[in-house]
Structures are given as structure tokens and as C-alpha cells.
Nanobody
Framework: QVQLVESGGGLVQAGGSLRLSCAAS????????MAWFRQAPGKEREFVAA????????VYADSVKGRFTISRDNAKNTVYLQMNSLAPEDTAIYYC???????????????????WGQGTQVTVAS
């Protein structure tokens, strides 16, 4: 059974940085797509970034490109989201997700991911 456990959220001032972690267990993830989504109050869950575990290929939402970096540590079975230059509009619950398949534009769809973590709150104060 796949388990995803996020950590690293918190309160930060605008312009600051945070690093989120997602510890994955229960499967061999070498063929998986791992992603971060976020959901702000009153809004739909939205795609943030994804990484193809096998070769490290990454994709980002336009809103975070150049500020956020997704990466993975094979030895620790952990995916990270380094968030720099944070702004109040980045405030949300951040979720880690896993999909056994990689496909064009599939990685952006909430419904493509069968496995989700519990989420971690990120609050950016102005």
C-alpha cells in the first residue's frame, strides 16, 4: 500500500523560503510520477510541479516557474519541493501525489493521481 507523508510546512514572511518533503513508501517508485498540488481556501486543487522518478524530468505550473524546484532522493524515497521568493498567494495546503504512469499533460490532472498525502499547510504573511 502506497503511503505519502508530507512535512515542512509552516508560516513564513513574504520573500522567504520553505522546503517541503514527501516520504514515499509501500512500492518501488522508479516508474512513478510524483507531484505537488496545492489548494487555497475556497479554490480548487491546482497543479504545482511534477517529476518523473525514473529520469528526473520536471514540469512546473507557470505561477511557480523559476521560484520552486521539485527534486527526488532515490536513496530516501523522498520528493522535495524547494519554495523560494514566497508570496501571500502561495498560501495553501500542499499535497504530495503519486501516479504509476507518466503521460503528456496527465501529470497536471488531479484525477490522474490515485495516491495522496494528508497535506501540509503553508502560510505566507505579507
Amino acid at each position: 500500500q502506497v503511503q505519502l507523508v508530507e512535512s515542512g510546512g509552516g508560516l513564513v514572511q513574504a520573500g522567504g523560503s520553505l522546503r517541503l518533503s514527501c516520504a514515499a513508501s509501500g512500492r518501488t517508485f522508479s516508474s512513478y510520477t510524483m507531484a505537488w498540488f496545492r489548494q487555497a481556501p475556497g479554490k480548487e486543487r491546482e497543479f504545482v510541479a511534477a517529476i518523473k522518478w525514473s529520469d528526473g524530468f520536471t514540469v512546473y505550473a507557470d505561477s511557480v516557474k523559476g521560484r520552486f524546484t521539485i527534486s527526488r532522493d532515490n536513496a530516501k524515497n523522498t520528493v522535495y519541493l524547494q519554495m523560494n521568493s514566497l508570496a501571500p498567494e502561495d498560501t495553501a495546503i500542499y499535497y504530495c501525489a503519486a501516479d504509476p504512469i507518466w503521460g503528456d499533460y496527465r501529470f497536471m490532472r488531479v484525477t490522474a493521481y490515485p495516491y495522496w498525502g494528508q497535506g501540509t499547510q503553508v502560510t505566507v504573511a505579507s
